[in-house]
């Protein structure tokens, strides 16, 4: 099943994530159905060491599905199996009207970059070709002032915007998602 792809970019602590959640909270507010997968480059654990999940995980179970009347969720142990393609985590996903993205930042699918000069850290937009808008309330860089080729070619469709503008960036995600 295809989904509707729009993804976020943006070094660690440039905010990606409190951007995201309000664009969610923004979406959903307006009858859209989102989901959201973000992509881990480290080892992580949403279950609890001690807990009866824990434990099944521990013992070799592959999966364990937790479900109460809020909510359920399913762990999956690769066991030595590749991680997910980004193809492979779509098709886990429950239909939706869109799918936001937080890593997978090699993936060929529309982005928008988040960027605050105080992490210290180069836009990546000027050098990475699928990045179509960046939000952002600072000054841009002068060596932004002369962006690479690849950014040059885009350029007439970029779109700047301001941190704040929630409306117009959950606006971008819908009118910019990729089909995948």
């Given at each position: 099943?295809?989904k509707r792809?729009?993804?976020?970019?943006g070094?660690?602590g440039?905010g990606?994530?409190?951007?995201?959640?309000?664009?969610?909270?923004?979406?959903?507010?307006?009858?859209?159905r989102?989901?959201?997968?973000k992509?881990?480059?480290?080892?992580?654990?949403?279950?609890h060491?001690?807990?009866?999940?824990y434990r099944h995980?521990?013992?070799?179970?592959t999966?364990?599905?937790?479900?109460?009347?809020?909510?359920?969720?399913?762990?999956?142990?690769?066991?030595?199996?590749?991680?997910?393609?980004?193809?492979?985590?779509?098709?886990?996903?429950?239909?939706?009207?869109l799918?936001?993205i937080?890593?997978?930042?090699?993936e060929?699918?529309?982005?928008?970059?988040?960027?605050?000069s105080?992490?210290?850290k180069?836009?990546?937009?000027?050098?990475?070709?699928h990045?179509?808008?960046?939000a952002?309330?600072?000054?841009?860089?002068?060596d932004?002032?002369?962006p690479?080729?690849?950014?040059?070619?885009?350029?007439?469709n970029?779109?700047?915007?301001?941190?704040?503008?929630?409306?117009?960036?959950?606006?971008?995600?819908?009118l910019r998602?990729?089909?995948?």
């Amino acid at each position: 099943m295809t989904k509707r792809v729009f993804g976020f970019a943006g070094w660690s602590g440039s905010g990606k994530t409190t951007l995201i959640e309000q664009v969610i909270a923004h979406l959903a507010a307006n009858g859209v159905r989102v989901a959201l997968i973000k992509h881990a480059h480290h080892k992580f654990d949403i279950d609890h060491i001690g807990k009866d999940s824990y434990r099944h995980r521990e013992a070799g179970a592959t999966e364990v599905m937790i479900s109460s009347g809020k909510r359920w969720a399913i762990m999956h142990e690769l066991r030595g199996a590749p991680e997910l393609s980004l193809a492979d985590a779509l098709e886990q996903l429950s239909p939706c009207d869109l799918v936001l993205i937080e890593g997978y930042k090699r993936e060929p699918l529309p982005k928008l970059e988040v960027w605050r000069s105080a992490v210290g850290k180069p836009l990546l937009f000027p050098e990475d070709p699928h990045i179509i808008a960046l939000a952002t309330d600072d000054l841009l860089p002068a060596d932004a002032s002369n962006p690479s080729p690849a950014f040059a070619a885009k350029e007439p469709n970029f779109v700047h915007v301001g941190l704040a503008n929630i409306a117009a960036i959950a606006e971008l995600a819908l009118l910019r998602a990729a089909t995948l």
